[in-house]
């Protein structure tokens, strides 16, 4: 779980990723992570997630 605060808003946000298969609605699309963001102005977004480090690679230097 990821917690976080838009900065554009002030307002609180809140991620949970679970290690669980997800799709997107396309057969050949399929993804490791089930996501969901709670954003207290916009409500709840669900979605899916990839974790692949190699196609983030500013990621890498922000966080090491």
């Known amino acids: 779980m990821y917690h ?3 900065a ?3 307002a609180d946000v809140v991620l949970r990723l679970t290690r669980e298969s997800c799709t997107d609605g396309t057969p050949e699309t399929k993804y490791q ?3 969901v963001l ?3 102005q ?3 977004l669900k979605g899916c997630a ?3 480090a ?3 690679p ?3 230097r922000k966080i090491g």
């Open 4 to 6: 976080a605060k838009d």
């Open 8 to 10: 554009a808003s002030s």
């Open 33 to 35: 992570f089930r996501a």
């Open 38 to 40: 709670n954003h207290t």
């Open 42 to 44: 916009i409500g709840e």
């Open 50 to 52: 990839k974790i692949a």
């Open 54 to 56: 190699d196609q983030f």
């Open 58 to 60: 500013d990621l890498d």
